[in-house]
């Protein structure tokens, strides 16, 4: 439960442009939950797990560049 909160606090503070973070362990709920910390803070969120996959959040924009 630290950990969550200490990833969701740091996503969404205005003063944090990106958040890398261990996120083995988490289920669907808390990744939701650190979805939209990361929108309300317009940060980048970086969550690896033990396999070194990434889930990136907010998506990438694709806006034409």
Known sequence: ????WAIES???CSAVAAVIADGS???MAHTRRLQL????????L???DRLASW???PPPRHDGW
Do not use: D, M, P, W
Not at 1 to 4: C, D, F, I, Q, V
Not at 37 to 44: K, N, R, T, V
């Open 46 to 48: 970086l969550l690896a």
């Open 55 to 57: 889930i990136v959040f």
């Open 25 to 27: 362990g988490l289920v």
């Open 37 to 44: 910390a990361a929108e309300a803070g317009s940060a980048l």
């Open 10 to 12: 740091a996503a969404r």
């Open 1 to 4: 439960a630290g950990r969550l």
